[in-house]
């Protein structure tokens, strides 16, 4: 199980950081995921975390987010930086117990319930 939250209101420019707590002992052995969604459109892929740390992201938020996750505290984060009126949406963490790195949404097993980020311009 997993839940999201962090979202809110903020003009372009400014930072916000997501976090995504799960519950139970895999979560360590977890890839971690972040998606996005706008109304009429699919999840879009943002970021993904291996268990082992590494990282990868879309092109569209390459050098202003980061993916990170603390597994003491079963948490993975999303920083978002100058963001932008496009990157408004709902956002959801996932998890996948693929070892691969994916960015396909329907791989992923759990969700998070989303937290919804809105960019002013």
């Known amino acids: 199980q997993l839940q999201a939250s962090g979202g809110g209101l903020v003009q372009a420019g400014d930072s916000l950081k997501l976090s995504c707590v799960g519950s139970g002992r895999a979560f360590s052995r977890l890839n971690l995921g972040w998606f996005r969604q706008t109304p009429g459109k699919g999840r879009e892929f943002v970021a993904v975390i291996s268990r082992g740390a590494a990282t990868y992201y879309s092109d569209s938020v390459k050098d202003r987010f980061a993916i990170s996750r603390d597994n003491g505290k079963s948490t993975v984060y999303l920083q978002m930086n100058n963001l932008k009126p496009e990157d408004t949406a709902v956002y959801y963490c996932?998890?996948?117990?693929?070892?691969?790195?994916?960015?396909?949404?329907?791989?992923?097993?759990?969700w998070g319930q989303g937290t919804q980020v809105t960019v002013s311009s």
């Open positions: 996932a998890a996948d117990g693929n070892g691969v790195l994916r960015t396909t949404p329907r791989v992923y097993e759990y």
